[in-house]
């Protein structure tokens, strides 16, 4: 069971299932050799994490990639970054903090020669191992939405550099900031970092989707 919600949430964030996609359980438990029990469990996960949404009479589908939705993600992850922000700075460490530089310095390298793939990956490792530092088990139960809004919203293709270096900067200032565990400024440039990203979706984004608008995703 484990193993189909694995695959399945991969799918999902590597867009082979994309947003707003309909999954006929008939075809993925065929595809994947599964029977229905342990499908039916795998999808009950995935839409408990709010990545699929159940229709009674149509089935099942990835959820869309209007606005709206996006914007709800994002204003709990302003809320969920910034407090793993805070709590990072309480727990810092010099193990943890040469992770942190690491992955900064990889994301630089992606950038020439652009590799947005790569830094997509790295962008969400980076959010994650903050999430991971607060030792904190509810916070790090929340760190799905992080996939969620980097990867399945916004497709690598649409992911320009120059984004993506003003928010290696920022990130560089929230790990700065959790060096010197001050929690009080790294929660404000966390929570500054995301809700950038909503000023952009309230201020011109298309309301039937984000495809093309989100340029560097936090």
Partial sequence: ?????????ERIYSQQYPTGAWLKQEELSEELGVSRTPLREALRRLEQEGL???????????????VQTLLAAYELRAVI??????????????????????VIAAQRKAVDPWNPRGYSKLNVDLHEMIAQMTNNEF???????IRMTAQVFAPVSMIEPSSALRAIDEHTAIVDAIELADGVTAERLARDHIEKTIHQLRSGAPRESTAGYLRAPA
């Fill in 139 to 145: 916070v790090i139960a929340q760190t799905s939405i």
């Fill in 81 to 102: 970054d910034g407090l793993a922000a805070r709590l990072a700075a309480a727990n810092v460490s010099v193990a943890r903090l040469r992770d942190l530089r690491q």
């Fill in 52 to 66: 699929i949404k159940s229709d009674a009479r149509r089935g099942v589908r990835v959820i869309s990639g209007d």
């Fill in 1 to 9: 069971m484990d193993e189909v919600t694995a695959l399945l949430r």
